[in-house]
């Protein structure tokens, strides 16, 4: 459930010289940057959101965003992170949402499922744990699921990651211990798996 082949994980060349030259006002410049980055971005928004249309959505927004405030990026820092943290803003204002307006959470039938009998094995193959892992994410308390997104769906590192949530390394290790934690004993008590998210 990681992800791989991240273009930008050290701020390359390409990329600086690609925002100087989006700055200048170059749009061939700003599509290579969207090019190179989108992929990325609605990974993180779609296992964020679980919903192909709303990470479609957030991946305009923050590129829109970025245009607008890429004269303020400061080349120094990653491009990845900067990007990742303004997906993850527009993504955590949808979340807020969703709990204001419990009518766009999971449908009845669908908690019946999560909430019977358990039925899955420990031979449950690699697409069924991650529509699992999917389904228990979203009862996690707001900033345990960006956590435990970012760290351990995305592969980001602590550092990232807490640049990315605007909380500190300490709070960043805190809140995925307890979303282990709880994922862990929920995947064991409803479907009797062990021996992951630990």
Not at 12 to 37: C, D, I, N, P, Y
Not at 90 to 111: F, K
Not at 155 to 176: C, G, M
Request: charged share 30%; with cysteine; proline share 3%.
């Amino acid at each position: 459930m990681g992800r791989t082949g991240n273009p930008d994980r050290m701020n390359s060349r390409e990329t600086v010289e690609l925002v100087k030259s989006a700055r200048q006002g170059s749009r061939a410049a700003f599509t290579e940057l969207v090019r190179l980055h989108q992929g990325f971005v609605y990974g993180i928004a779609f296992q964020l959101l679980w919903d192909a249309n709303e990470a479609e959505d957030v991946v305009q927004e923050t590129f829109v965003r970025i245009w607008r405030n890429l004269a303020r990026f400061d080349t120094t820092r990653s491009f990845t992170t900067w990007a990742y943290a303004i997906a993850t803003n527009r993504c955590r204002d949808r979340l807020r949402e969703r709990q204001r307006r419990p009518s766009t959470q999971m449908e009845p039938e669908q908690m019946n499922e999560l909430e019977g009998p358990a039925d899955v094995s420990a031979t449950v193959n690699a697409a069924e744990l991650q529509e699992i892992i999917r389904r228990l994410t979203e009862r996690l308390p707001l900033k345990q699921r960006l956590v435990f997104t970012l760290r351990d769906l995305q592969d980001l590192s602590v550092r990232e990651v807490a640049a990315i949530v605007r909380i500190s390394e300490a709070s960043v290790k805190t809140n995925l211990h307890l979303a282990r934690r709880k994922l862990r004993r929920e995947l064991i008590q409803e479907y009797s798996i062990t021996g992951v998210t630990s």
